[in-house]
């Protein structure tokens, strides 16, 4: 599936790029890059994954959400193909832990219409900052 997809990008699926995007559909939130590093176990270094998350982003297998502390990056709501309207995804940050969550699609309102000049939206993206629930049962 990885494959197809980097594939269907345009993309050589090599196995970094295919490792890391693989880990990306798998984690269950939005992963940043040391977290990324940590799960590559040694198999690549960080120039060549920031690389590969860099290459990701622009063909828009993953998206980069850059929070206050650091960017996370997550793959596995984009399966809405851009002929369907535009992708739309959200993210929820914890400003007390810095964790980030995606939203499900129903957590967002609907795509706007595009402002001139722009000819079309192809993604749409909303963040919510806040506490997350275990940081807010910590404190109480």
């Known amino acids: 599936m990885t494959e197809s997809r980097l594939r ?15 880990l990306l559909h798998r984690a269950e939130g939005p992963l940043s ?3 990324l590093l ?9 120039v060549t994954l920031y690389r590969i998350l860099d290459l990701l982003t622009r063909h828009g297998l ?16 984009l399966t809405q193909p851009v002929d369907q ?8 940050h914890c400003r007390r832990c810095g964790r980030c969550f995606c939203l499900g699609p129903e957590s967002l309102p609907p795509a706007p219409e595009p402002p001139p000049p722009a000819a079309s939206v192809d ?7 806040g506490v997350c629930r275990d940081c807010e049962k910590t404190s109480a």
């Open 62 to 77: 993953v998206l980069k959400h850059q929070g206050s502390e650091a960017a996370h990056f997550c793959a596995g709501v």
């Open 38 to 46: 940590a799960r590559v176990e040694g198999r690549m270094n960080k």
């Open 33 to 35: 890059a040391p977290e």
């Open 85 to 92: 309207g535009p992708r739309r995804h959200g993210h929820f």
């Open 123 to 129: 993604e749409v993206g909303l963040t919510l900052s």
């Open 8 to 22: 269907l990008a345009g993309l050589e699926p090599t196995a970094n790029r295919s490792l890391v995007l693989d």
